[in-house]
């Protein structure tokens, strides 16, 4: 199977998102809570490109530390985002083809450390271990190839800072209704089960404009892959009307076709105005 980042950050959110709202509930809000997650994210990308930048376990361990500061208070979640922070390192490393790097080792030795052994015939999965060293039933399970259907992954460099400038622009060109709130637009660029997003996003400009939206996401670099993009749109996105966004692959025939009646939306260039910032 195919493993891009996407699916990587799938898995490590699936872990991650129960441990972070464990932590925070009881004196945050859900938005607080989802911009946490969020930071986490970012935190986690940074950390990985510091010690891919002096790739020792000195740097790993000094990342490590930084990425779970949040969480020293209480060990158990201290320990648990450790896991997950190292199983993220350690399959990004499979993703980009690493497995040689010394660093690699020096992951894989971490996680061995915590009674972590990854299956040799599927990297990214990882199972729990009794003090006796036997399995007691993987935490990773089959999520890589599940049927559920998980939202956009945003691919931007700074993930928290992207998402929360595109939701206030989307609403400041009134391109989404002021009721759409904020919990449910980052995570629909954040790799949740779209069947827990509560809410939708109501966009009031035409369908046409949205389709052209999510294409222009997909260009070079892509701010989300192109997997079950519209089959996401339709289950994340609903129209003034409050009826799903459907029939997007239609939608883009007649933006970019071939027939004598395919053309851009009037207004596209506030979206490429709005995109242009993500990209610079």
């Not at 859900?30 to 990985?48: G, P, V």
């Not at 993703?95 to 450390?113: G, R």
């Amino acid at each position: 199977m195919s493993v891009n980042k996407t699916q990587l950050w799938i898995t490590t959110q699936r872990e991650t998102a129960p441990i972070i709202e464990a932590f925070y509930r009881d004196n945050y809000s859900e938005q607080a809570i989802m911009q946490f997650k969020l930071k986490y994210r970012q935190s986690c990308d940074r950390a990985f490109d510091n010690v891919m930048s002096n790739p020792k376990l000195e740097t790993l361990e000094v990342q490590l530390s930084i990425v779970c500061s949040p969480y020293i208070d209480n060990e158990e979640s201290r320990l648990a985002m450790a896991v997950a922070t190292l199983k993220f390192f350690r399959n990004r490393l499979t993703v980009e083809s690493k497995q040689s790097d010394d660093i690699f080792n020096v992951v894989y030795k971490k996680l061995e450390d915590l009674n972590i052994f990854p299956d040799e015939n599927a990297v990214l999965q990882a199972w729990e271990v009794d003090e006796n060293g036997k399995r007691i039933g993987h935490i990773e399970s089959d999520i890589l190839g599940s049927s559920y259907l998980c939202s956009y992954v945003w691919l931007g460099n700074n993930v928290t800072d992207d998402l929360n400038k595109l939701f206030v622009a989307l609403k400041n060109n009134n391109l989404i209704a002021d009721d759409t709130d904020s919990v449910s637009f980052l995570s629909a660029f954040n790799g949740v089960e779209i069947s827990t997003i509560e809410n939708k996003i109501k966009w009031i400009a035409s369908k046409k404009l949205c389709v052209y939206f999510i294409n222009q996401l997909l260009q070079e670099p892509k701010l989300i892959e192109e997997k079950n993009m519209w089959s996401k749109l339709e289950n994340l996105f609903i129209d003034k009307e409050e009826k799903p966004m459907d029939r997007g692959a239609q939608e883009k025939q007649k933006i970019f076709g071939y027939s004598k009646e395919a053309r851009l939306p009037s207004n596209f260039m506030i979206i490429n105005t709005i995109l242009k910032g993500f990209r610079d």
